[in-house]
T-cell receptor
């Protein structure tokens, strides 16, 4: 069974600093994808970044980068130069190739950016 | 490009009543998902449609929840009768490839 673990219920960071949100995953499928979503207090889930299990390089999207360590089964999200608008819940999710290809989500990390 | 639309945004009902949610996916997206997000948790897949066929409904409480996607476009999710533990945000998402796009969700409160 697929499982996502996010061990940080809450994180605090000063504006303009970088922050790392942890995510570990468990799957026996050789092919899978890892996602990070942002959920502001308004409730919508906003896609941030994607990493495929066969991708050789770590994914980057603007201020977001994914630190993918396949042997350790970790997919940490790094946000550089934090902004006040980054305050939100962040969810790590995994999608496997077999079956329904559904997303399995972790419990999330609440990030607070302080001025 | 219009995003995933959902209605209503908020709904308050009493237990044992019924409720229905509506979702309109992004145009051209064949796959549609309904997720349940209980407060303090990540979303959990309830049902996945590929066009108008069900791909996965293994976590749908079929004794009270039902969903349909007529003509492979819009979808409705129904709860009948509702229980207190159904209080949650119900998220609809659609996808064409690997990325899922989410709607704003419907926040259901069962009293």
């Amino acid at each position: 069974a697929q499982k996502i673990t996010q061990t940080q219920p809450g994180m605090f960071v000063q504006e303009k600093e970088a922050v790392t949100l942890d995510c570990t995953y468990d799957t026996s499928d050789p092919s899978y994808g890892l996602f990070w979503y942002k959920q502001p207090s308004s409730g919508e889930m906003i896609f941030l970044i994607y990493q495929g299990s066969y991708d050789q390089q770590n994914a980057t999207e603007g201020r977001y980068s994914l630190n993918f360590q396949k042997a350790r089964k970790s997919a940490n999200l790094v946000i550089s130069a934090s902004q006040l608008g980054d305050s939100a819940m962040y969810f790590c999710a995994m999608r496997t190739q077999g079956g329904s290809e559904k997303l399995v989500f972790g419990k999330g990390t609440k990030l607070t950016v302080n001025p | 490009e219009a995003g995933v639309a959902q209605s209503p945004r908020y709904k308050i009902i009493e237990k044992r009543q019924s409720v229905a949610f509506w979702c309109n996916p992004i145009s051209g997206h064949a796959t549609l998902y309904w997720y349940q997000q209980i407060l303090g948790q990540g979303p959990k897949l309830l049902i996945q449609f590929q066009n108008n066929g069900v791909v996965d409904d293994s976590q749908l409480p079929k004794d009270r929840f039902s969903a349909e996607r007529l003509k492979g476009v819009d979808s409705t999710l129904k709860i009948q009768p509702a229980k207190l533990e159904d209080s949650a945000v119900y998220l609809c998402a659609s996808s064409a490839y690997y990325e899922q796009y989410f709607g704003p969700g419907t926040r259901l409160t069962v009293t």
